[in-house]
């Protein structure tokens, strides 16, 4: 699912919780908490500055590869000064995050554009694959919160104009 569609998921989910006058239901309670954590995922990795999420992924795979004897190296370049293999996220991807932050493009462009200038960076790639995952694994959630919210509405409600609205 792209990101496009993830968030007017959530955008439209967000809408049918403020509209219902239910909220006072568990099972309404319960889905509204379901929705704030993964809207919190949305604006963290598809929406916002990824920069935090980025480093965070990056400092993880860092130590496995530093402590705990992962094999794969973060890069995989020739190069003994390259900022990956030290520990340190690229000038080019911390120069970027401010653009990002701007709306100057999405956190995945930023790290499609520096793997496509820098292929052997092992952890961009990663990242990249792991984003796509969590925006998989949203997509879904997104879908079932939405038809949960749905039968939850027709349940706790008789007044059709409400059930109408859904």
Not at 6 to 19: S, T, V
Request: aromatic share 6%; with cysteine.
């Amino acid at each position: 699912m792209d990101r496009d569609r993830i968030i007017d998921n959530r955008d439209e989910i967000e809408e049918m919780l403020k509209a219902s006058e239910l909220a006072n239901y568990d099972d309404i309670d319960d889905l509204d908490d379901r929705f704030d954590e993964a809207a919190k995922t949305v604006e963290r990795i598809l929406v916002g500055d990824i920069s935090e999420w980025v480093g965070q992924f990056y400092r993880e795979r860092y130590r496995a590869w530093k402590n705990e004897g992962r094999e794969a190296p973060p890069c995989r370049c020739d190069n003994p000064r390259c900022s990956l293999k030290r520990g340190e996220i690229p000038y080019r991807l911390r120069r970027r995050a401010s653009k990002i932050r701007d709306g100057g493009s999405s956190g995945r462009e930023a790290l499609s554009g520096f793997l496509d200038s820098h292929p052997e960076a092992v952890v961009i790639d990663e990242a990249l694959d792991r984003q796509e995952e969590i925006a998989s694994d949203l997509g879904r959630e997104f879908r079932k919160l939405h038809r949960e919210l749905e039968a939850a509405i027709m349940e706790l409600t008789d007044d059709p104009e409400q059930q109408a609205a859904f």
